[in-house]
């Protein structure tokens, strides 16, 4: 195969009227030709932190419509499917990835559990670590979330890190807003990246460290404009990422999106092109071409270089998609799960108090961090209940795993007026987290996932509209596009509801994270993440 147009060398800095044969799947030459093609040739897009399980499809789905935006290759976590089914999820995930041409990297899941204040489906510890880091098909130990164990030398945690030194990979970080002597203490240990740096002052010190920062811009995470400045010095040690992306989402665009904003800040296509398509190959030593003779041929073509509109993509020398039409194949697949509860009654979301003052989560926009906020209680008939009115909103978080007393806190900042929505996509432990504006509207709402074994869903009176998860309750079964159609129209629900926030669902599945500061609900209570201890409801 030959083919020409405008050849864009990011590791020479030029651009050049050229012509690429490609055999066997290899780049064999590059050579310098004039002729009249304006579209340019440039290596394959590559997300450096993401979990394919957060765009609620499985890799092979994810495949279909990432290749439309000419991603060719990702640094793909499991660690969402890790904590339902342990190293089993881990493998299939990386099978059935195999089965397109997309290039998933993956990584071995460092905190499964992230903590032991919640309830998980699996464990994994030092021993499998062990395993899964000898595997040729695990590329990295996956994001270090335990940074309290890494800072009081943990004895399980710094196994799991020596394990990943012994195998010559490298060791990915989690360490937001983590400054000062703490930071570097993290770093010594031999973690070389953080894609959770929330302001510019926190990612500019990790990289002054010898840190690598990855700018993320997912779904309810957006740390773009907060660090995009930083690029033009730092080019060389940064990289771009999603970590979570919701399926409607995907389907507008991925690492090219972020290529496009970069350029229309003046930056130079060079430096963004290094972040978005060469630096994760180096640093992760991925199995991905950079446009170089004896390369696989993994490269895009694009009408320009500002808004980055992909016309073809070809992984290996096949071409998989070509003018918005992916060519990845459909392939069947499993439906591994674990779901052991059973339908809740309306007592089990009741809260008898009298309590003057209660503790309340502050949800952010476009942020995983949390506020601890305080607030008077709405009481009726001595039940704690939602105070839609000062948007003060009863949340529950359900164990999926086994029969147990669902968890009550309250969260201001979702807006809803009426109904309830609710999730089985609630990291990490991915148990069913639901706010609603009603006692019986959330347990419409949870009743509902039950019954469908995982999802997402929002409700309310007799309206009901979900998305089942059937794929360890936390993937569709569905085709990308049709998840993304009903994404959307949940989504939409929510919003009809009275939600203001830009991405409901992305936000309610991290208000179960308690490893992101600072106040969040886990299975088994409301906990602190400044005090990495349970706390009370009641303010005393």
């Known amino acids: 195969m030959q083919i020409q147009g405008q050849i864009v060398d990011i590791l020479n800095k030029r651009i050049f009227s050229g012509e690429i044969t490609v055999e066997n799947g290899k780049i064999s030459s590059i050579i310098e030709k004039e002729h009249n093609i304006r579209d340019y040739i440039l290596p394959g897009f590559i997300d450096a932190h993401i979990h394919i399980e957060s765009s609620m499809l499985v890799p ?87 940074y309290p164990g890494v800072l009081f030398d943990d004895e399980e945690v710094l196994k799991k890190i020596a394990w990943a030194k012994h195998f010559n990979k490298p060791i990915d970080g989690h ?14 240990a031999g973690i070389s990246t953080d894609h959770e740096c929330f302001s ?75 972040v978005a398509c060469v630096n994760p190959v180096k640093h992760y030593k991925m199995d991905v071409g950079l446009l170089q003779e004896n390369d696989a041929a993994d490269f895009i073509v694009v009408e320009n270089l500002t808004d980055f509109k992909v016309k073809q993509t070809y992984i290996n020398g096949e071409l998989v998609s070509e003018n918005g039409k992916s060519f990845v194949q459909q392939v069947d697949f499993e439906k591994p799960n674990n779901f052991n509860t059973s339908a809740k009654v309306l007592s089990d979301f009741e809260v008898k108090s009298s309590a003057k003052t209660i503790r309340v989560i502050e949800a952010l926009e476009g942020q995983l961090i949390t506020n601890e906020i305080h607030c008077a209680p709405k009481i009726v008939d001595g039940n704690l209940v939602s105070d839609v009115e000062n948007d003060v909103l009863k949340m529950a978080v359900v ?11 309250f969260i201001k900042n979702f807006g809803l007026k009426k109904g309830a929505i609710a999730s089985s996509v609630a990291h990490d432990c991915h148990n069913i987290v639901v706010v609603g504006t009603s006692d019986e509207e959330i347990l419409n709402a949870v009743n509902l996932l039950i019954e469908n074994t995982g999802g997402i869903c929002a409700v309310n009176g007799n309206e009901k509209k979900s998305l089942a998860l059937p794929v360890a309750g936390i993937m569709s079964d569905q085709n990308g596009w049709e998840a993304g159609r009903l994404y959307q129209e949940i989504d939409a629900m929510a919003k009809a509801l009275g939600s203001s926030l830009k991405a409901p669902f992305m936000t309610l599945s991290f208000m179960a994270l308690l490893v992101i500061p600072d106040l969040k609900l886990s299975d088994k209570g409301l906990f602190s993440g400044k005090q990495f201890a349970f706390t009370d409801l009641v303010v005393e």
């Open 60 to 146: 092979s789905e994810f495949a279909k419509i990432a290749v439309l935006h000419g991603t060719v290759a990702t640094i793909s976590d499991p660690h969402e499917i890790a904590n339902v089914l342990g190293k089993d999820g881990v493998y299939y995930m990386i099978e059935n990835g195999k089965k397109v041409p997309l290039k998933f990297h993956f990584g071995a899941p460092s905190c499964v559990p992230a903590t032991f204040f919640e309830t998980a489906g699996a464990v994994i510890d030092s021993e499998e670590i062990k395993e899964l880091m000898s595997h040729p098909d695990i590329y990295y130990l996956a994001e270090m979330m335990n």
């Open 175 to 188: 360490a937001p807003g983590l400054r000062g002597e703490p930071i570097k203490k993290y770093i010594s």
């Open 200 to 274: 510019y002052d926190e990612a500019a010190e990790k990289l002054s460290l010898g840190m690598k920062v990855i700018i993320r811009e997912g779904s309810a995470a957006k740390n773009f404009d907060a660090l995009i400045d930083l690029l033009p010095e730092n080019y060389e040690n940064m990289m771009f990422c999603s970590d979570d992306k919701h399926p409607d989402d995907l389907i507008l665009g991925h690492i090219n999106q972020l290529c496009a904003r970069a350029i229309a800040k003046g930056f130079d296509v060079f430096k963004v092109l290094q």
């Open 399 to 409: 164990n999926r795993y086994s029969n147990a007393e669902p968890a009550i806190a």
